[in-house]
């Protein structure tokens, strides 16, 4: 079982930062996959960037590259998402996800196995 436990949301203006973090208690933290989703109202959950275990493999949605940043240490047992720039149109709750059966997590949402609770993420304009 894998805990998972989000936080740094909250409200930024467009163009802003934020830096999402993701604590990760339960399992040796070196062997799971990590992975960020966002759900907006109302929409269905995307892949926003996933890091493989080690961290040396990296995975992003389209509209967030070169904007959001996907990092991990595993000392500290925590996946970060770094967001800059940030649009309107990001305004959603954003989950971390863990995956256990593989290196690296990929993109799509049901290949995760443990979710944390969401931060909300609000961008004004």
């Known amino acids: 079982q894998v805990h998972l436990i989000e936080s740094g949301g909250g409200l930024v203006q467009a163009g802003g930062s934020l830096r999402l973090s993701c604590a990760a208690s339960g399992r040796t933290f070196s062997t799971i996959a990590m992975g960020w989703f966002r759900q907006a109202p109302g929409k269905e959950r995307d892949f926003v960037a996933a890091i493989s275990r080690s961290g040396g493999s990296l995975g992003y949605a389209d509209s967030v590259k070169g904007r959001f940043s996907i990092s991990r240490d595993n000392a500290k047992n925590t996946v970060y998402l770094q967001m800059n720039s940030l649009k309107p149109e990001a305004t959603a709750v954003y989950y971390c996800?863990?995956?256990?059966?593989?290196?690296?997590?990929?993109?799509?949402?049901?290949?995760?196995?443990?979710w944390g609770q969401g931060t909300q993420v609000t961008v004004s304009s």
């Open positions: 996800a863990a995956r256990v059966d593989a290196y690296y997590g990929g993109s799509h949402r049901s290949e995760y196995d443990y």
